[in-house]
Protein backbone atom coordinates (compact mmCIF):
# COMPACT_ATOMS: atom_id res chain seq x y z
CA UNK A 1 0.00 0.00 0.00
CA UNK A 2 2.78 2.38 1.01
CA UNK A 3 4.15 1.67 -2.74
CA UNK A 4 1.17 2.41 -4.26
CA UNK A 5 0.55 5.90 -2.50
CA UNK A 6 4.25 7.20 -3.19
CA UNK A 7 3.55 6.29 -6.98
CA UNK A 8 0.49 8.01 -7.01
CA UNK A 9 1.40 10.98 -5.19
CA UNK A 10 4.88 11.08 -7.92
CA UNK A 11 2.12 10.57 -10.89
CA UNK A 12 0.15 13.27 -9.24
CA UNK A 13 3.03 15.95 -8.93
CA UNK A 14 4.23 15.36 -12.66
CA UNK A 15 0.53 16.07 -13.95
CA UNK A 16 0.34 18.96 -12.00
CA UNK A 17 3.61 20.37 -12.85
CA UNK A 18 2.39 19.68 -16.71
CA UNK A 19 0.22 22.60 -16.52
CA UNK A 20 3.40 24.90 -16.42
CA UNK A 21 5.35 23.54 -19.15
CA UNK A 22 3.98 25.12 -22.35
CA UNK A 23 1.70 27.96 -21.19
CA UNK A 24 2.21 30.83 -19.24
CA UNK A 25 -0.81 30.51 -16.96
CA UNK A 26 -1.44 27.36 -15.01
CA UNK A 27 -4.67 26.62 -16.28
CA UNK A 28 -3.87 27.41 -19.67
CA UNK A 29 -4.86 24.38 -21.07
CA UNK A 30 -5.09 25.31 -24.75
CA UNK A 31 -1.41 26.02 -25.39
CA UNK A 32 -0.55 22.89 -27.29
CA UNK A 33 -3.35 23.94 -29.74
CA UNK A 34 -1.98 27.36 -30.07
CA UNK A 35 1.45 26.45 -30.56
CA UNK A 36 0.60 23.89 -33.46
CA UNK A 37 -2.13 25.91 -34.98
CA UNK A 38 -0.87 29.37 -34.48
CA UNK A 39 2.80 28.48 -35.10
CA UNK A 40 3.88 24.99 -36.27
CA UNK A 41 1.42 24.77 -39.12
CA UNK A 42 1.72 28.68 -40.61
CA UNK A 43 5.41 28.44 -40.34
CA UNK A 44 5.47 25.20 -42.27
CA UNK A 45 2.89 26.65 -44.74
CA UNK A 46 5.08 29.49 -45.59
CA UNK A 47 8.41 28.63 -44.77
CA UNK A 48 8.79 25.07 -45.17
CA UNK A 49 9.92 25.53 -41.44
CA UNK A 50 8.49 23.71 -38.56
CA UNK A 51 9.24 25.79 -35.91
CA UNK A 52 8.91 25.57 -32.82
CA UNK A 53 7.47 22.01 -33.53
CA UNK A 54 10.64 19.57 -34.81
CA UNK A 55 8.26 17.77 -37.79
CA UNK A 56 4.83 18.37 -39.16
CA UNK A 57 2.55 16.39 -41.71
CA UNK A 58 -0.01 18.97 -43.01
CA UNK A 59 -2.85 18.92 -42.63
CA UNK A 60 -2.73 15.91 -40.09
CA UNK A 61 -0.35 16.36 -37.27
CA UNK A 62 2.97 17.75 -35.84
CA UNK A 63 5.98 16.90 -33.37
CA UNK A 64 7.24 18.67 -30.41
CA UNK A 65 9.65 18.35 -28.19
CA UNK A 66 8.78 18.32 -24.91
CA UNK A 67 10.30 21.56 -23.02
CA UNK A 68 11.46 19.75 -20.08
CA UNK A 69 13.99 18.04 -22.29
CA UNK A 70 14.98 14.33 -22.13
CA UNK A 71 13.75 11.84 -25.06
CA UNK A 72 10.57 12.95 -24.83
CA UNK A 73 8.36 14.28 -27.48
CA UNK A 74 4.29 15.08 -28.70
CA UNK A 75 2.42 14.07 -31.49
CA UNK A 76 -0.41 16.39 -31.54
CA UNK A 77 -3.40 16.71 -33.57
CA UNK A 78 -3.56 20.22 -36.17
CA UNK A 79 -7.13 19.99 -36.52
CA UNK A 80 -8.67 20.90 -33.15
CA UNK A 81 -9.50 17.23 -31.29
CA UNK A 82 -9.89 17.49 -27.58
CA UNK A 83 -8.41 14.03 -26.77
CA UNK A 84 -9.43 10.51 -26.20
CA UNK A 85 -13.12 11.31 -26.17
CA UNK A 86 -13.33 13.18 -28.86
CA UNK A 87 -15.57 11.54 -31.76
CA UNK A 88 -12.61 12.31 -34.87
CA UNK A 89 -10.44 9.84 -33.31
CA UNK A 90 -13.00 7.00 -34.18
CA UNK A 91 -13.49 8.70 -37.32
CA UNK A 92 -12.69 6.33 -40.41
CA UNK A 93 -11.40 9.48 -42.24
CA UNK A 94 -8.94 10.64 -39.23
CA UNK A 95 -5.42 9.79 -39.06
CA UNK A 96 -4.08 6.89 -36.96
CA UNK A 97 -2.65 9.36 -34.46
CA UNK A 98 -0.89 6.55 -32.94
CA UNK A 99 0.51 4.78 -36.01
CA UNK A 100 1.96 8.35 -36.76
CA UNK A 101 3.49 8.77 -33.44
CA UNK A 102 5.13 5.36 -33.71
CA UNK A 103 6.59 6.56 -37.15
CA UNK A 104 7.96 9.57 -35.31
CA UNK A 105 9.49 7.43 -32.20
CA UNK A 106 13.09 8.32 -34.74
CA UNK A 107 13.05 11.38 -33.10
CA UNK A 108 13.99 9.44 -29.65
CA UNK A 109 17.29 8.49 -31.59
CA UNK A 110 18.45 12.34 -31.61
CA UNK A 111 18.53 12.26 -28.11
CA UNK A 112 19.67 9.22 -27.03
CA UNK A 113 22.30 8.91 -29.77
CA UNK A 114 20.94 5.61 -31.66
CA UNK A 115 17.99 3.98 -32.81
CA UNK A 116 16.19 2.32 -29.90
CA UNK A 117 15.06 -0.93 -30.21
CA UNK A 118 11.04 -1.49 -30.68
CA UNK A 119 10.65 -3.11 -27.21
CA UNK A 120 12.00 0.29 -25.22
CA UNK A 121 9.57 2.66 -26.78
CA UNK A 122 6.30 3.61 -25.93
CA UNK A 123 3.09 5.88 -26.61
CA UNK A 124 0.44 6.88 -24.42
CA UNK A 125 -2.08 9.36 -24.31
CA UNK A 126 -3.89 10.28 -20.76
CA UNK A 127 -7.41 10.09 -19.82
CA UNK A 128 -9.58 13.47 -20.24
CA UNK A 129 -9.77 13.10 -16.18
CA UNK A 130 -5.78 13.35 -15.89
CA UNK A 131 -4.61 15.39 -18.44
CA UNK A 132 -3.84 19.08 -18.42
CA UNK A 133 -4.19 19.99 -22.23
CA UNK A 134 -7.31 20.07 -24.08
CA UNK A 135 -5.78 19.29 -27.30
CA UNK A 136 -4.71 15.30 -28.22
CA UNK A 137 -1.40 14.06 -28.19
CA UNK A 138 0.15 11.91 -27.83
CA UNK A 139 3.43 11.12 -25.69
CA UNK A 140 6.17 9.64 -27.49
CA UNK A 141 9.18 7.81 -24.96
CA UNK A 142 10.82 5.18 -23.56
CA UNK A 143 9.09 3.15 -21.53
CA UNK A 144 9.98 2.07 -18.00
CA UNK A 145 12.13 -0.58 -17.12
CA UNK A 146 9.69 -2.70 -15.24
CA UNK A 147 7.09 -2.52 -17.69
CA UNK A 148 9.33 -3.67 -20.02
CA UNK A 149 10.23 -6.65 -17.96
CA UNK A 150 6.48 -7.26 -17.69
CA UNK A 151 5.49 -6.94 -20.77
CA UNK A 152 7.97 -9.72 -21.95
CA UNK A 153 7.02 -11.75 -19.40
CA UNK A 154 3.19 -11.24 -20.30
CA UNK A 155 3.64 -11.32 -24.49
CA UNK A 156 3.34 -15.24 -25.09
CA UNK A 157 -0.38 -14.89 -22.79
CA UNK A 158 -1.70 -12.05 -24.66
CA UNK A 159 -4.47 -12.42 -27.41
CA UNK A 160 -5.89 -10.42 -30.03
CA UNK A 161 -9.06 -9.35 -27.40
CA UNK A 162 -9.10 -7.16 -24.09
CA UNK A 163 -7.58 -9.48 -21.08
CA UNK A 164 -6.21 -8.33 -18.29
CA UNK A 165 -2.32 -8.26 -18.12
CA UNK A 166 -1.11 -10.75 -15.83
CA UNK A 167 0.95 -8.59 -13.64
CA UNK A 168 -0.02 -6.85 -9.81
CA UNK A 169 1.64 -3.82 -10.54
CA UNK A 170 0.61 -2.99 -13.86
CA UNK A 171 -3.40 -4.23 -13.93
CA UNK A 172 -4.33 -3.01 -17.30
CA UNK A 173 -6.48 -4.30 -20.01
CA UNK A 174 -3.78 -5.25 -22.80
CA UNK A 175 -4.02 -7.15 -26.16
CA UNK A 176 -1.51 -7.44 -28.79
CA UNK A 177 -1.15 -6.09 -32.26
CA UNK A 178 1.32 -8.58 -34.77
CA UNK A 179 3.30 -6.65 -37.53
CA UNK A 180 6.09 -4.13 -37.97
CA UNK A 181 3.46 -1.23 -38.12
CA UNK A 182 -0.17 -0.31 -36.74
CA UNK A 183 -1.14 0.43 -40.32
CA UNK A 184 -4.99 0.44 -40.15
CA UNK A 185 -5.39 -0.95 -36.42
CA UNK A 186 -6.40 2.20 -34.44
CA UNK A 187 -5.95 1.68 -30.44
CA UNK A 188 -9.22 4.10 -30.00
CA UNK A 189 -10.82 1.86 -32.16
CA UNK A 190 -10.14 -1.71 -30.53
CA UNK A 191 -10.12 0.02 -27.35
CA UNK A 192 -14.25 1.31 -28.42
CA UNK A 193 -15.12 -1.42 -30.34
CA UNK A 194 -13.30 -4.26 -27.96
CA UNK A 195 -13.95 -3.34 -24.17
CA UNK A 196 -17.88 -3.10 -22.91
CA UNK A 197 -18.65 0.11 -22.04
CA UNK A 198 -16.13 1.87 -23.44
CA UNK A 199 -17.17 3.71 -26.40
CA UNK A 200 -19.80 5.76 -23.95
CA UNK A 201 -17.21 6.56 -21.57
CA UNK A 202 -13.66 6.99 -23.49
CA UNK A 203 -12.94 10.45 -21.68
CA UNK A 204 -11.81 7.94 -18.12
CA UNK A 205 -9.67 5.69 -20.78
CA UNK A 206 -5.75 6.26 -21.04
CA UNK A 207 -4.12 4.09 -23.62
CA UNK A 208 -0.50 2.50 -24.17
CA UNK A 209 1.36 1.63 -27.14
CA UNK A 210 4.55 -0.39 -26.81
CA UNK A 211 6.52 -1.87 -28.95
CA UNK A 212 7.33 -5.67 -29.15
CA UNK A 213 8.99 -8.56 -29.87
CA UNK A 214 6.36 -11.01 -29.73
CA UNK A 215 7.36 -15.16 -30.09
CA UNK A 216 6.08 -14.54 -33.90
CA UNK A 217 7.75 -11.13 -34.65
CA UNK A 218 7.39 -8.14 -34.53
CA UNK A 219 4.38 -5.94 -33.01
CA UNK A 220 2.81 -4.45 -30.43
CA UNK A 221 1.30 -4.56 -26.81
CA UNK A 222 -1.47 -1.92 -25.93
CA UNK A 223 -2.73 -1.04 -22.72
CA UNK A 224 -5.85 0.05 -21.52
CA UNK A 225 -8.05 1.28 -18.44
CA UNK A 226 -9.84 3.49 -16.76
CA UNK A 227 -8.19 6.11 -14.31
CA UNK A 228 -8.67 8.37 -11.08
CA UNK A 229 -9.29 11.59 -11.74
CA UNK A 230 -6.14 14.03 -10.71
CA UNK A 231 -7.58 15.34 -7.76
CA UNK A 232 -7.66 11.81 -6.56
CA UNK A 233 -4.55 10.48 -7.42
CA UNK A 234 -2.72 10.65 -3.95
CA UNK A 235 -5.53 8.19 -2.62
CA UNK A 236 -5.63 4.65 -3.00
CA UNK A 237 -7.05 3.83 -6.43
CA UNK A 238 -10.57 2.35 -6.03
CA UNK A 239 -10.50 -1.27 -7.73
CA UNK A 240 -10.39 -1.42 -11.54
CA UNK A 241 -8.82 1.95 -12.07
CA UNK A 242 -4.98 2.25 -13.40
CA UNK A 243 -2.73 4.99 -13.64
CA UNK A 244 -2.39 7.80 -16.40
CA UNK A 245 -0.45 6.34 -18.98
CA UNK A 246 1.70 8.87 -18.72
CA UNK A 247 3.25 7.41 -15.81
CA UNK A 248 4.52 4.49 -17.68
CA UNK A 249 7.03 6.31 -20.05
CA UNK A 250 10.41 7.63 -18.94
CA UNK A 251 12.15 10.39 -20.48
CA UNK A 252 15.64 9.20 -19.57
CA UNK A 253 15.59 6.31 -21.39
CA UNK A 254 16.74 4.97 -18.38
CA UNK A 255 15.62 1.12 -20.36
CA UNK A 256 18.07 1.81 -23.19
CA UNK A 257 20.89 1.84 -20.29
CA UNK A 258 19.83 -1.80 -18.28
CA UNK A 259 19.46 0.49 -14.98
CA UNK A 260 15.94 -0.74 -13.81
CA UNK A 261 14.31 2.43 -12.30
CA UNK A 262 11.05 3.45 -12.50
CA UNK A 263 10.71 7.37 -13.66
CA UNK A 264 6.91 9.79 -13.72
CA UNK A 265 6.98 12.13 -16.29
CA UNK A 266 4.52 14.56 -17.42
Not at 17 to 37: C, K, N
Not at 73 to 85: C, D, P, Y
Not at 201 to 219: F, N
Not at 222 to 242: I, K, S
Request: hydrophobic share 45%; with cysteine.
Amino acid sequence: MHSSRTQAALALVALAAASFTFGTQPDDRDALRQIVQQQCMPHWSEHHDPTPCVRVVSPDYAVLADRKGGAHFLLIAARSVTGIEDPAVLDPGSPNYFDAAWQARDRLATVVGHPLPRDAVGLAINSARARTQDQLHIHIECLQPRLRQALRAAAAQLGDHWARLPSAEFPYLALRIRGEQLGSLNPFVLLADGEPGARQDMAAYTIVVAGASLPEGPGFIVLAGRTPRREALLLPRPEGLVAPGETLLDSTCAVDTGVDIVTFQR
